[in-house]
């Protein structure tokens, strides 16, 4: 008797779910309003090039910079180079939830691809150039623990490097000499009885200067680097250009599953409120009001704590070592303001090649994508930061179903394979260039 039931039963189950499926592999068909805001995403063009730095898009600069970027005589052991950290083959990130060589750090190393589309550096914002930004990791204790006198003498010690270096930015200072120019030496603000601070002080002003004119000129050619490192021409970009062009072919870059995944990804999901534009990011700050790693209330203070950090920098875009200091990052700077609502406001990261780079957020707080959009999805744990709590971050309440579309979405951000010689560490140090016209100083 309950036989037949038992075969009904299971027949419809079975065949409800043929049509589910079948029902969700079609193509989605975007309104007007959806086509003009996809068309606002796609293509993402050249960087622009940086001002402040006169080696922005110089080849030669390039090369170097690349070339120093690897460099773990940078460092105060003689081990840990940019790449330690920024690992090309972890998408320039290191797969920890935050940063640690000499000590532990309290931030995740972000990504670098597309860093030159921005105009805040760190996850507080607090460089707003990236050749400045690039000159904090080498002095910092914990990561590092280079000082900027023994950067010089490296650069001056290894043969084709110093070659390449002067030709590119004219002579180092007279680095044999000892008296003037100590092994070791850097400002410590916090720290004036320390050697390295003892030993700058005692330097003479224009001996500082020169060594200044040389470091934030490593960092230049690092961030002439770091302008190569681009993310475009993903799987999205191929099908946003079959919209244009209406080529049915390259309509089918998306899978159906990362189509409604965009489409969660305007609508529903507002994402695109600050992940917008063609590097998925609005270059501002957020409070999302994540909890630590541990689950407790938010510690780091973000936006709030970079805005004094920025002001108080020692090498800026409106500076003496700036290329444009009247130029308009050194006007960003002006009437820069920070209030009590910017506390625990983090950069909004770009989204493309998001899918490489696991563990997400500044401090690492989801080991994965599917729980970056759970936490979109419920809000859970987050703090109320403030009275002005991002008005557009309420829980979005997604299925299960929506959040697999949106990870299918996101991992379509994954952009074409770059020339592999700027993603490995450079050939020998013959490669340097030595041959290029001399470009000196100022
Ligand atoms: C110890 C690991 C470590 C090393 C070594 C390191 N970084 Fe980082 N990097 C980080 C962390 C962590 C952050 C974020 C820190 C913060 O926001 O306070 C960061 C931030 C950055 C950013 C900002 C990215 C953005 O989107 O805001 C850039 C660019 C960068 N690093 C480049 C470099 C360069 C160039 C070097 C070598 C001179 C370097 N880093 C060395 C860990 C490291
Ligand atoms: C109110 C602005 C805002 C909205 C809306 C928003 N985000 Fe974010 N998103 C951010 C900020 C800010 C961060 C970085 C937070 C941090 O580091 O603590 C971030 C981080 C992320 C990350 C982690 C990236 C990384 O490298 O760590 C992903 C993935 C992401 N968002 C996807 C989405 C998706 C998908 C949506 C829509 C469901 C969305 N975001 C909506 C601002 C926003």
Redesign the pocket.
């Known amino acids: 008797m309950l036989l037949p039931w038992l075969v009904l039963l299971v027949w419809g189950a079975a065949s409800a779910d043929l049509q589910e499926t079948e029902g969700a592999e079609q193509e989605v068909q975007f309104d007007e309003r959806e086509l003009r805001r996809i068309l606002q995403l796609s293509p993402l063009g050249e960087p622009p090039l940086d001002a402040t730095n006169r080696f922005d898009g110089n080849p030669q600069a390039e090369r170097l910079g690349h070339a120093l970027?690897f460099d773990a005589g940078?460092s105060v052991n003689g081990e840990?180079?940019?790449a330690?950290?920024?690992d090309p083959k972890q998408g320039f990130s290191?797969g920890k939830p935050?940063?640690?060589?000499l000590e532990p750090?309290k931030?995740?190393?972000?990504a670098?691809w597309n860093?030159a589309y921005?105009h805040?550096?760190?996850?507080?914002g607090r460089a707003a150039t990236?050749w400045s930004?690039?000159l904090d990791?080498?002095e910092d204790e914990?990561?590092?623990g280079g000082d900027r006198l023994a950067v010089l003498h490296h650069i001056a010690q290894d043969e084709p490097l110093r070659r390449a270096f002067e030709q590119l930015r004219g002579p180092l200072p007279e680095l044999e000499n000892s008296e003037d120019f100590p092994a070791h030496a850097r400002p410590v603000p916090d720290e004036p009885e320390h050697p390295h601070a003892r030993a700058w002080a005692k330097m003479s002003e224009e001996n500082r200067e020169s060594v200044n004119r040389a470091f934030t000129d490593v960092g230049k050619m690092?961030a002439a680097y770091?302008r190569r490192l681009v993310s475009r021409d993903s799987a999205f970009d191929r099908f946003v250009t079959g919209l244009r062009e209406q080529d049915q072919e390259l309509r089918r870059a998306l899978s159906p599953s990362a189509q409604r995944g965009l489409r969660l990804f305007l609508g529903k999901g507002r994402c695109r409120l600050c992940h917008n534009g063609p590097n998925f990011s609005d270059g501002e700050f957020h409070g999302l009001g994540l909890a630590t790693r541990a689950g407790g209330m938010p510690t780091d203070s973000g936006r709030y704590g970079g805005v004094p950090g920025l002001l108080e920098r020692e090498f800026t875009a409106s500076g003496p070592y700036s290329d444009a200091p009247l130029g308009e990052r050194a006007r960003q700077l002006e009437g820069l303001r920070v209030g009590p609502e910017n506390w625990g406001e983090f950069?909004t990261?770009s989204l493309r090649n998001v899918g490489e780079r696991a563990p997400y957020m500044?401090a690492g707080q989801f080991a994965d994508l599917e729980s970056v959009l759970n936490f979109y999805s419920t809000l859970e744990g987050a703090a109320p930061l403030h009275q002005h709590q991002e008005q557009v971050l309420t829980a979005r309440d997604f299925t299960p179903q929506e959040i697999a579309d949106l990870v299918a979405f996101l991992l379509s951000l994954q952009g074409a394979a770059i020339d592999s010689a700027w993603t490995g560490p450079p050939g020998s140090s013959r490669d340097l260039p030595t041959d290029v016209p001399k470009q000196h100083d100022r």
Do not use: N
Request: some cysteine.
């Open positions: 970027f940078l840990i180079s940019c330690t950290c920024h290191d935050v940063a640690d060589t750090g931030r995740r190393t972000p670098l860093a921005g805040w550096y760190f996850h507080d990236l930004q690039a990791p080498i914990a990561e590092m690092i770091e950069k990261p500044h």
